[in-house]
């Protein structure tokens, strides 16, 4: 089933969803220890990481964004409180907003740094922006405070699945389970 039905998600939505899951983590993971690493070439490697696997959420994104205007959305689980369903909607709308907003505004943060990067040292990646200090750290604020707003955001949204799987005891979690057909 590689498309949503009224009642479960497919197989490529489940698999953009945990696929996004653990690259997200891990970007969070490696943008925190590049971030701390002292000055080295170790450093540098780590943020081309940093940036090509933000660079690849991008594109994956336009992808997953497409996927999902093409596909509906299975129904509200039933036994769903209407405010729930909305306070899902809403967070969902922000997790990509923020899965779009903190990849742009790292690349706000390279473009006005003006350090050459290369995806995954391949392909250049334009620069947009002028070299300025003082708008690079902007940038950087910036970036720290959507990405703090993302995890946090990633914590609700798990903390209210596990919600509706242990105490209210719906589908909502087992419809999104890869294992789950």
């Not at 950087?140 to 609700?156: F, N, P, R, S, Y």
């Not at 596990?162 to 209210?168: N, Q, T, W």
Request: net charge positive; charged share 15%; glycine share 4%.
């Amino acid at each position: 089933m590689l498309k949503n039905t009224d009642d479960a998600w497919g197989i490529v939505a489940k698999a953009f969803h945990w696929v996004f899951a653990v690259i997200i983590l891990a970007q969070l993971v490696l943008g925190k220890v590049a971030e701390e690493a002292q000055v080295s070439p170790q450093k540098l490697d780590l943020f081309v990481w940093h940036k090509s696997i933000g660079v690849t959420i991008l594109l994956l994104l336009t992808l997953r964004i497409a996927w999902r205007l093409v596909n509906t959305p299975p129904k509200a689980v039933a036994g769903v409180a209407r405010w729930e369903h909305w306070a899902a909607r809403a967070g969902h709308i922000l997790l990509y907003t923020l899965m779009i907003a903190v990849p742009l505004s790292g690349w706000w943060v390279s473009d006005t740094s003006r350090i050459p990067f290369e995806a995954f040292w391949l392909v250049p990646v334009p620069d947009f922006l002028e070299a300025n200090r003082d708008a690079s750290q902007v940038a950087e604020v910036v970036h720290g405070i959507l990405t703090k707003a993302l995890l946090v955001l990633i914590v609700v949204h798990i903390v209210a699945a596990l919600r509706h799987h242990f105490i209210l005891g719906n589908d909502t979690l087992r419809r999104m389970s890869p294992f789950r057909r």
